[in-house]
């Protein structure tokens, strides 16, 4: 059974950059797709950013486009979601997923088989 572990959130300023980590243990991402998804405070769950296993295609939200980055490091069985100028709307916990959604479900929530407890990142203005 794969186990996912985020780190990196923290409280920032707006159009601070913030770098989040998702490590995973009992498993590597080699064979995964990865998700990035959030929650803000108060509303529903959404994705962020995705990357595909062949090709290493990425996907991205957006209000995220241009400002976030995902990447993967297999060697280490970690996804790193990187966040430049973010803004008081980003406010949300942060949860990284793996699994292998069919390509029209890399964006949703159910398409994924692991599911980390997320970190929290905090924008203030």
């Known amino acids: 059974q794969v186990q996912l572990v985020e780190s990196g959130g923290r409280m920032v300023q707006a159009g601070d950059s913030l770098r989040l980590s998702c490590v995973a243990s009992g498993g590597t991402f080699k064979d995964y797709d990865v998700g990035w998804f959030r929650q803000p405070p108060g509303k529903e769950r959404e994705f962020v950013a995705a990357?595909?296993?062949?090709?290493?295609?990425?996907y991205y939200s957006d209000s995220v486009k241009g400002r976030f980055t995902i990447s993967k490091d297999n060697t280490k069985s970690t996804v790193m979601l990187q966040m430049n100028s973010l803004k008081p709307e980003d406010t949300a916990v942060y949860f990284c997923?793996?699994?292998?959604?069919?390509?029209?479900?890399?964006?949703?929530?159910?398409?994924?088989?692991?599911w980390g407890q997320g970190t929290q990142v905090t924008v203030s203005s």
């Open positions: 997923a793996g699994g292998v959604p069919i390509l029209s479900a890399i964006r949703t929530w159910g398409g994924y088989r692991f």
């Open positions: 990357h595909r296993r062949s090709g290493g295609y990425t």
